[in-house]
C-alpha cells in the first residue's frame, strides 16, 4: 500500500533554477493538494484539484505552477526558485471535500534553496 | 479574518491523561479535524467531528462545541511515542481547510 508517494525527498537549489516536485497515489481519490510547512506555522495551501485536468490557486500559489494531467499525479513547478521557497513540501489527496474528506499526506519534500 | 487558537505547547507525564484545548473562528463551519503531526513527518489523521459532542477513538477523545468555537483532543494513558504536535484544523464555508501551527506536546517520563 503505497498510499501518496512524493519525489524527490530532498533537493538543493540554487537561485533561479526550475525543478518539478512528483505526488503520486493509488487511491483513486479526486483531490489533490500542494502544501508548505516553513518552522512555526501551519501548513499553506499552494495549489489544489479537484480532479483530473483541473488546478486552483490556494493561499500562496505565486512562484508556483501545477498540473494534472492524470488523475494519480499532481505536479508542482518551480520555474526561477528563490531562497523564500526553502520549505518543506507537503502533498495530500482526499476522496472527499465536502464530507469527512481527511487528507492522506506524502512523506514531504525538503527543500532548500541557495 | 479567520483564526485557530491553541497553546503552543504542553507537557504531560507518562500515564497520565493531557486535553489540548482549541478555540476557532472562522467563515462557516462544516467540520473540525485534528492531525497529529510527530518532528519531521507528515501529519497523519486523528479524529474528525462534525456535529456537537464527544467522539471516542481508542485512547484518544475529540469534543466539538459549534456554538462556543471550541474543541478539544483528550489523550488518555499517555506514552512516549505521543509526543507530538496536535493541529486543531477546522473547515470554512467553503470547505477550505484551516491550518495553524499547533500545540508540541512533550511527553516525560
Known amino acids: 500500500n503505497a498510499g501518496v508517494t512524493q519525489t524527490p525527498k530532498f533537493r538543493v537549489l540554487k537561485t533561479g533554477q526550475s525543478m518539478t516536485l512528483l505526488c503520486a497515489q493509488d487511491?483513486?481519490?479526486?483531490?489533490m493538494y500542494w502544501y508548505r510547512q516553513d518552522p512555526g506555522m501551519g501548513l499553506r495551501l499552494i495549489h489544489y484539484?479537484?480532479?483530473?485536468?483541473?488546478?486552483a490557486k490556494g493561499e500562496v500559489p505565486d512562484g508556483y505552477n501545477v498540473s494534472r494531467l492524470k488523475k494519480q499525479n499532481f505536479l508542482l513547478g518551480l520555474e526561477s526558485a528563490a531562497p523564500s521557497q526553502t520549505s518543506v513540501y507537503f502533498c495530500?489527496?482526499?476522496?472527499?471535500?465536502?464530507?469527512?474528506?481527511?487528507?492522506?499526506f506524502g512523506e514531504g519534500s525538503r527543500l532548500t534553496v541557495l | 479574518g479567520q483564526n485557530i487558537d491553541q497553546p503552543t505547547e504542553m507537557t504531560a507525564t507518562e500515564g497520565a491523561i493531557v486535553q489540548i484545548n482549541c478555540t476557532y473562528q472562522?467563515?462557516?463551519?462544516?467540520?473540525l479535524f485534528w492531525y497529529q503531526q510527530h518532528a519531521g513527518e507528515a501529519p497523519t489523521f486523528l479524529s474528525y467531528?462534525?456535529l456537537d459532542g464527544l467522539e471516542e477513538k481508542g485512547r484518544f477523545s475529540s469534543f466539538l462545541s459549534r456554538s462556543k468555537g471550541y474543541s478539544y483532543l483528550l489523550l488518555k494513558e499517555l506514552q512516549m511515542k505521543d509526543s507530538a504536535s496536535y493541529l486543531c484544523?477546522?473547515?470554512?464555508?467553503?470547505?477550505?481547510?484551516?491550518w495553524g501551527a499547533g500545540t508540541k506536546l512533550i511527553i516525560k517520563p
Open positions: 495530500a489527496s482526499s476522496y472527499s471535500h465536502a464530507e469527512s474528506g481527511e487528507l492522506f
Open positions: 487511491m483513486n481519490h479526486e483531490y
Open positions: 484539484s479537484v480532479g483530473e485536468g483541473t488546478t
Open positions: 472562522t467563515s462557516g463551519f462544516n467540520g
Open positions: 467531528n462534525v
Open positions: 484544523v477546522p473547515k470554512d464555508s467553503n470547505y477550505q481547510l484551516i
